[in-house]
């Protein structure tokens, strides 16, 4: 590895939008080798330092650490460690140094580390409620035997000069993945919702306090973001790792997006059929089929009640953009009624 602290690596910089010119830097790992990119956009939540109300930056680091930094000058606030185990990051010194423990280095061909975690978090965004204070944040207890293998035969310079290998150990823990409400002053977790399965996607909350957020599991749930409640749950035809959106209008509405994501390190996933087909979640006001297919003028009849399924053929889909909704009664969490669209049209049927 090169010597020093080997800037930018494993860091978040913040730049002027005006000229791309480097405003500060917060480097988490210096001279990392355990593959720990700082890759998860930080937050920026309002919250009271000192009894003033400012900015913060809130990165989520993939070593189990949530920091907290002044967002307009990269002051250090504090850390609080929220993974269950780590390992060569110990933490940080008052002014936000890393304590770095050095016996996790790798020093010849085949050393083998417990490296924790891997990826407490990875792209999945978190979600930040000024009305419950909370910081919603996807995470993952992912701790894996990090191997540095030889490098092969036909090595030359300037190529990688680290080969890993990992072996993925999820039964170290009670869970895989969660999405975790934690309270940024006090880093202490209000609750969990956990799975078996890495949590590869971010969640949403609303302004009604619904936290919305798909699983592996094919599920995509709406929960109480104070309490953790489970208010609304939607089987998928498929796996979601994507992130959902809100779009606003008349009424406020969260989007879901399906994004593939390949497992990694290990990590646990279920057994099926990705899903290609996007499913939308809202919570009240009308449907557009804005992104749907123009129904020709000369077709006919009305086009067929909605499908209870996205469609998975290629040449279905060319046909028929269908996007499935359920309305939620937002005092009971009930479902009232199935929206989609299908040739562009609105359709809708009554709950069973």
């Known amino acids: 590895m090169r010597k020093g602290s080997n800037l930018y690596t494993d860091s978040w910089v913040a730049l002027d939008v005006n000229t ?28 009271t330092v000192g009894g003033q109300q400012q900015n913060v930056a ?37 002014d936000g140094t890393p304590i770095i423990d050095d016996s996790f280095r790798f020093t010849k061909p085949g050393d083998t580390k417990l490296i924790c975690m891997v990826r407490w978090v990875e792209f999945e965004p978190a979600a930040y409620s000024p009305d419950t204070g909370f910081y919603y944040r996807p995470n993952n207890s992912d701790c894996n035997n990090m191997t540095d293998n030889p ?61 919305f957020f798909a699983n592996p599991d094919r599920h995509f749930r709406a929960l109480d973001a104070k309490t953790g409640k489970v208010l609304f749950d939607q089987n998928l035809a498929g796996v ?14 969260v989007r879901r997006h399906h994004r593939r994501r390949p497992r990694r390190h290990g990590a646990a996933s279920p057994v099926g059929r990705r899903d290609a087909g996007p499913t939308v979640i809202v919570t009240g006001g009308p449907m557009r089929c804005d992104r749907a297919p123009t129904r020709p003028a000369d077709a006919g ?9 996205p469609l998975h053929r290629r040449d279905e889909r060319a046909q028929a953009h269908v996007l499935l909704e359920r309305r939620l009664d937002l005092g009971s969490g009930h479902g009232e009624v199935v929206l989609g669209c299908e040739r562009g049209a609105v359709q809708r049927l009554a709950l069973q």
């Open 58 to 94: 809130l990165p989520a680091t993939t070593q189990g650490f949530l920091v907290e930094v002044d967002a307009a000058t990269g002051k250090w606030i504090n850390a609080f460690q929220e993974a269950p185990k780590v390992s060569y990051l110990e933490g940080f010194q008052a």
């Open 240 to 253: 979601r790792s994507g992130q959902p959106d809100q779009l606003r209008g008349e009424r406020q509405a």
């Open 20 to 47: 791309g010119k480097l405003k500060w830097y917060r480097q988490i790992v210096p001279n990392g080798e355990w593959d720990g990119d700082e890759i998860p956009t930080p937050l920026i939540a309002p919250m």
């Open 151 to 211: 490098r092969p035969a036909d090595w030359k310079p300037g190529q990688n000069p680290i080969i890993y290998s990992f072996q993925g150990l999820p039964a170290m823990f009670d869970r895989v993945g969660a999405i975790s409400a934690i309270d940024p002053a006090t880093g202490e977790v209000a609750w969990s919702f956990t799975s078996p399965y890495s949590q590869y996607s971010g969640g949403v909350v609303t302004k009604r306090n619904l936290v």
């Open 301 to 309: 009849t009305a086009p067929s009640l909605l499908r209870s399924r």
